[in-house]
């Protein structure tokens, strides 16, 4: 019986990791050499701590604008530059396969940029914020989250789950999605991010893993700097 259910677990894994493959393959061709320009164009306009809202180009990126109809598919942060060179590594995201990581503004599998800016926050907030995304580089993508997030978006009582391996926060079980990476780093700064759907008089209730990448949009505490559309 013990062997039958790790060979069951063994499979389970492996249906999970093709799916996931599956899904972060590219539906369309990447950004043209115009718009990887004018993405190096705006670094002069990033500061610390700004948040990056695209809409993918991968067949899991379809899957969640249409979920949340909206054209954004992914959030990120900018922290500034980690490394030396033109285009340095300076983005950091949950990437649904590599996990969190730090990848260069030319590597934004985006046709649309939308750049976001958090009005309250002092420079050394931006600082705190872009240290502690930085300090998770290398924890892994929760697919447990984001399939439950996608079933509660679309009210689905779907009785299917995907195993979790864990049931502590994600700050202490070391894996987020995108969106979960950015409200733990506002929340560690004293900013929890409410948007709009919610409603503020509820805003105590309110659990930051129902937070999407549309929402960041939304929130009032954010200004548009700049956005890239092709």
């Known amino acids: 019986m013990a062997r039958a259910l790790r060979l069951l677990s063994q499979v389970r894994s492996s249906l999970l990791v093709a799916f996931t ?31 990056l ?3 993918g180009n991968t067949r899991a990126a379809a899957i969640v604008r249409r979920v949340t109809k909206s054209p954004w598919a ?15 590594r300076c983005v950091v995201e949950a990437d649904l396969v590599a996990g969190v990581r730090a990848v260069r503004l030319s590597e934004l ?6 750049i976001l800016r958090a009005m309250c926050l002092t420079d050394a907030d931006r600082r705190r914020l872009a ?21 509660r978006l679309l009210r689905l009582p779907l009785p299917l789950r995907l195993p979790s391996t864990s049931t502590y926060p994600p700050e202490i079980s070391g894996r987020f999605i995108c969106s979960s990476l950015l409200a733990h ?12 759907r919610h409603n503020i008089s509820k805003a105590a209730s309110w659990d ?3 937070l999407a990448p549309c929402d ?3 929130a009032s505490m954010f200004e548009v700097v700049n956005q890239l559309e092709s």
């Open 53 to 55: 809202l695209t809409d």
């Open 216 to 218: 960041f949009q939304t």
């Open 131 to 151: 240290d502690w995304v930085i300090s998770r580089i290398g924890d892994k993508y929760d697919l447990a989250h984001a399939w439950a997030l996608g079933t």
């Open 21 to 51: 493959l599956y899904l972060s393959k590219p539906v369309c061709d990447g950004p043209q050499a115009s718009q990887r320009a004018d993405l190096d164009s705006l670094t002069a306009m990033l500061l610390p701590g700004d948040v």
């Open 185 to 196: 780093a506002f929340l560690k700064i004293g900013y929890p991010i409410v948007p709009l």
């Open 74 to 88: 992914h959030v990120s942060l900018y922290v500034g530059p980690l490394e030396d060179g033109m285009d340095p």
């Open 208 to 210: 930051s893993r129902d």
């Open 109 to 114: 599998k985006a046709r649309r940029v939308y």
